[in-house]
T-cell receptor, first 113, second 110 residues
Framework: ETGVTQTPRHLVMGMTNKKSLKCEQH?????MYWYKQSAKKPLELMFV???????ENNSVPSRFSPECPNSSHLFLHLHTLQPEDSALYLC????????????FGPGTRLTVL | RKEVEQDPGPFNVPEGATVAFNCTYSNSASQSFFWYRQDCRKEPKLLMS???SGNEDGRFTAQLNRASQYISLLIRDSKLSDSATYLCVVNIGEGQNFVFGPGTRLSVLP
């Protein structure tokens, strides 16, 4: 595996379900990110893990919960989502702390019914 | 004022045309700058970093004007395969705070 991988690629879930998105990077980076991309909106940064420190966007609802067990893996745990949470969820990685370019995974397209 | 703004687009140009995109950013502490392209229903991919002295990669030229807080991307001899959305990305100088612009859609027509 190379680059940044994400699973699943597509997910359909009900509002009462609990699911998790997984991201893995094979680039030796030490910072990982979750972004949300809704139709016709810019990418919104949700969470950052950098040098083992979590930086959180305060506007992210608590129904989204990140987990970063090590520098190569990142999870996004989902529970009691709303239909407006349907979007493309993108994971990215980069080398901290230098602000170098990010590399993105293919994304998980989430639909909440 | 939004942190990163881009030409609203879309840009529809014929093959072979030269097209320029503009991007402005509001935070003067911004440290690094990038152009990404995103194809429909795909992830963003790095096109080029933008350096203070300006840089060129084949048909693509990026410029940075720190005084005016302005970044540009010039595409010469455009190809059909250049059709995509172009995203301006700014790192706001605190390590890992990347802010994306809304993107400018380009369609290159035969």
């Amino acid at each position: 595996e190379t680059g940044v991988t994400q699973t699943p690629r597509h997910l359909v879930m009900g509002m009462t379900n609990k699911k998790s998105l997984k991201c893995e990077q094979h680039l030796g980076h030490n910072a990982m990110y979750w972004y949300k991309q809704s139709a016709k909106k810019p990418l919104e940064l949700m969470f950052v893990y950098s040098l083992e420190e979590r930086v959180e966007n305060n506007s992210v609802p608590s129904r989204f919960s990140p987990e970063c067990p090590n520098s190569s893996h990142l999870f996004l745990h989902l529970h009691t989502l709303q239909p407006e949470d349907s979007a493309l969820y993108l994971c990215a990685s980069s080398q901290a702390p230098y602000g170098l370019e990010q590399f993105f995974g293919p994304g998980t397209r989430l639909t909440v019914l | 004022r939004k942190e990163v703004e881009q030409d609203p687009g879309p840009f529809n140009v014929p093959e072979g045309a030269t097209v320029a995109f503009n991007c402005t950013y509001s935070n003067s502490a911004s440290q690094s700058f990038f152009w990404y392209r995103q194809d429909c229903r795909k992830e963003p991919k790095l096109l080029m970093s933008v350096y203070s002295s300006g840089n060129e990669d084949g048909r693509f030229t990026a410029q940075l004007n720190r005084a005016s807080q302005y970044i540009s991307l010039l595409i010469r001899d455009s190809k059909l395969s250049d059709s995509a959305t172009y995203l301006c990305v700014v790192n706001i100088g605190e390590g890992q705070n990347f802010v994306f612009g809304p993107g400018t859609r380009l369609s290159v027509l035969p």
